[in-house]
């Protein structure tokens, strides 16, 4: 038999084996929780390390590519302090000049690509009506449109729902400062037309300030406006920049478009319909080379006239020029394998105060 004495040792023997088992449990639970906040503690540390150093790229990538529009507004005021001319023969038109230009900023790591295109190469869809007054259209810019349109339309394997007469009627009842029935012809529309579409919107009754208004302006169908299927929109041959100022606080369009830099498509807008084919010819034109040296001179606007095909066609002096004052910049720096991009619009103009060329800003959008 156990004697009292051998029970108690027994029963001391069991709860300290209890305490020690709890004491372990304990302890696991401590290194449990220990460790998960360790765990959830590294990766707070390492997201925000991460976070830090792509923030960190992210600055410095925007400013590499800030020093890329530098560059480029340094080689248009340049161009301007040589000559009042703006084709694709210059510098500033040409892709390796462009980037030796660039390539004179020492980055660290990383590169930078720039492109410079003329703005005035595209069609001001403003200047569909006469400013100020904002109520007539202008004769030559509709017969534009009218060429515009019906190439736009023949590129389409599928033709667009839509019309170009109503298109045109309603850009101009778009743009013109009045909002009564009385609608462009029979296919125009104002604010009540607009103002029955699921969502509902306002006509504008005043110029385009963003390129994407036009894509709400009746007829111009998501495809005609943004391309499709390999044909291009309307977006990439359109501009809304280049005001003038018409005297007493009050602004103009010109329209004129840069035969020197326009694209094809809006080379053939510009000429007959019936010669609108001859558009290839006056773009390769305006670059052939002998030699590395330009052949032809384009400086006048007139030269079209010297393109073999071309000697009896005449182009409206109201739509057509060689200089241009507006610039579309797009810089894209790189730098492990990340990109950022800016797209900046900028006026070139001669400061009142001091004489001096610069670009001005307009337009700065990070992509």
Same mark, same amino acid.
């Given at each position: ?12 023997? #069991? ?16 290194? *449990? ?45 340049? %161009? ?18 462009? *980037?030796?230009?660039?390539?004179? @900023? ?11 295109? %003329? ?22 810019? !509709? ?17 667009? %729902? ?18 009564? $029935? ?15 579409? $699921? ?35 309307? =977006? =990439? ?38 010669? *609108? ?6 773009? %390769?034109? !305006?670059?052939?080379? *002998?030699?590395? #040296? ?25 739509? @057509? ?47």
């Amino acid at each position: 038999m156990c004697t009292v004495k051998q029970l108690n040792s027994a029963k001391g023997h #069991t709860v300290l084996g209890n305490h020690r088992g709890v004491a372990i449990l304990v302890a696991i639970g401590v290194v *449990a929780v220990l460790l998960t906040a360790g765990l959830a503690l590294n990766r707070r540390v390492r997201s925000s390390v991460t976070g830090a150093i792509h923030a960190r790229e992210h600055v410095a990538l925007s400013e590499m590519a800030a020093s890329g529009v530098q560059a480029a507004m340094v080689m248009l005021v340049n %161009d301007r302090k040589e000559n009042d001319t703006d084709t694709l023969q210059e510098d500033w038109a040409n892709p390796l000049k462009v *980037a030796e230009m660039v390539g004179l @900023i020492p980055f660290d790591e990383g590169s930078v690509d720039v492109s410079i295109t %003329d703005e005035r190469g595209k069609i001001q869809v403003n200047a569909l009506v006469k400013f100020p007054e904002g109520q007539q259209f202008s004769a030559a810019q !509709r017969f534009l449109w009218e060429r515009l349109l019906d190439q736009v339309f023949s590129l389409f394997e599928e033709v667009p %729902d839509s019309d170009p007469n109503m298109i045109i009627n309603s850009l101009k009842d778009w743009l013109d400062h009045s909002d009564d $029935e009385a609608i462009t012809g029979l296919s125009g529309a104002e604010s009540d037309y607009y103002e029955n579409l $699921e969502p509902p919107y306002s006509c504008k009754n005043g110029p385009f300030d963003h390129l994407g208004e036009v894509a709400l302006v009746q007829g111009v169908t998501p495809e005609l406006f943004s391309g499709a299927g390999g044909a291009a929109g309307l =977006s =990439s041959l359109l501009t809304v920049h280049g005001t003038s100022a018409a005297g007493d606080d009050r602004f103009t369009f010109n329209g004129k478009i840069n035969i020197s830099t326009a694209e094809v498509a809006v080379l053939s807008a510009l000429l007959p319909s019936e010669n *609108a084919d001859l558009a290839e010819a006056l773009a %390769d034109y !305006r670059v052939a080379k *002998a030699d590395e #040296t330009f052949t032809h001179n384009i400086s006048s606007a007139q030269w079209y006239k010297n393109v073999p095909g071309a000697g009896d066609i005449t182009i409206s002096p109201d739509l @057509i020029t060689v200089s241009s004052d507006l610039f579309r910049i797009v810089s894209t720096a790189r730098h492990n394998e990340r990109t950022t991009t800016v797209n900046v619009v900028v006026q070139r103009e001669k400061e009142q105060a001091t004489g001096r060329w610069i670009c001005k800003t307009l337009i700065w959008q990070a992509e």
